[in-house]
């Protein structure tokens, strides 16, 4: 299976609030995505978040989907003015569905802010060419790397 994205057009893309029935594929895609853009973390860390991502995290949160063709193929969660997540199926990465599910959180929120890992090269010039700036660093205490806090600065 090739690791290029498939070509999908971003009008086909329907951004929707998450219902209840969705969890678990929006649990999937967070796996996915967590374990493919965090490959310096260990995969038993994401695996040890799920349950409580299902329980605790999005049931809590203001989360939307992107739905294409009927199918959940993104989310983003939001949690007082930060962005919580952001992630969409590995294998449409690259499509624009993340722009859109972006644009979507910042028509919500003002002053949104989101923490990526320093080693996420792709979702620090993602952030990037979509206005966000670095404010500050730290170590996430979990895993031990070092996470960045970006906020974004309207034109």
Known sequence: MSNRPQHT????????KMQAHEM?????????????SHDFVPREFWSA??????TEYLPSRDTQV???????????????????ALF?????QGNG???????WALTQEENLSVCVFKKNDRALMFYQRHGFVHQYGRIESN????????VHKRE
């Open 9 to 16: 057009r971003t009008a086909d893309v329907v951004i929707r």
């Open 24 to 36: 678990s594929a929006v649990a999937d895609i967070w796996f996915a995505a967590s374990v493919q």
């Open 49 to 54: 978040l799920l349950p409580t991502l299902t």
């Open 66 to 84: 992107a739905v294409l063709k009927s199918k959940v193929v993104g989310f983003v969660s939001l949690f007082e003015h930060h962005l919580d």
């Open 88 to 92: 969409v199926l590995p294998s449409l």
């Open 97 to 103: 569905i993340g722009s859109k599910l972006l644009t």
């Open 143 to 150: 895993t031990g790397e070092i996470e960045l806090k970006l």
